[in-house]
């Protein structure tokens, strides 16, 4: 998995070095992949943690939720997206259905029963971090490999 480091986070996702101190160390909503052990040294993030961090930037601007008592929201959406590639998330949805549970909708998804959901639409946040982690975009990247008939093989 490519880091990147604390400085690049910030470009990325737009929040200040203070904000970002708050919200990854000092109230640990959204923790860093490999956190700075020494002063001086910058903490390290990958593609998903940017991601979430750049989702809570969307609720709290956007839907005004305070982030802090949603600290558990985050590590369930941070499991969510463990061992998920980053292309498989192209059209997919957060859905956050309360403060601790949230699901991954695909594109084809559609969410059932009567409660009330909040979605926030991936492929804006994928694009801007396929450019920052260096990740392209596998839709963009089809039309670069021809199709090939694959005939079975008989022994």
């Known amino acids: 998995m ?38 001086g040294q910058q903490a390290l993030f990958g593609w998903q943690t940017v991601l979430l961090l750049r989702l809570a930037i969307v609720l709290r601007t956007r839907f005004h939720v305070e982030l802090q008592i949603h600290r558990d929201l985050f590590t369930t959406a941070r499991e969510l997206l463990t061992g998920r590639s980053f292309p498989s998330l192209w059209g997919g949805t957060l859905a956050i259905h309360d403060l ?39 839709v963009s990247q089809l039309p ?7 005939e079975g093989h008989r022994a």
């Open 2 to 39: 490519r880091l990147i480091k604390s400085r690049d986070v910030l470009e990325l996702t737009g929040l200040s070095a203070d904000q970002l101190r708050e919200w990854t160390v000092r109230r640990a909503i959204i923790q860093p992949d490999v956190p700075a052990t020494r002063q």
């Open 100 to 138: 601790r549970r949230c699901s991954l909708l695909g594109a084809r998804d559609v969410i059932s029963g009567d409660d009330d959901v909040i979605l926030l639409r991936l492929d804006a946040h994928l694009a801007i971090l396929s450019q920052g982690f260096g990740v392209a975009e596998f």
């Open 144 to 150: 670069l490999f021809p199709a090939v008939a694959v």
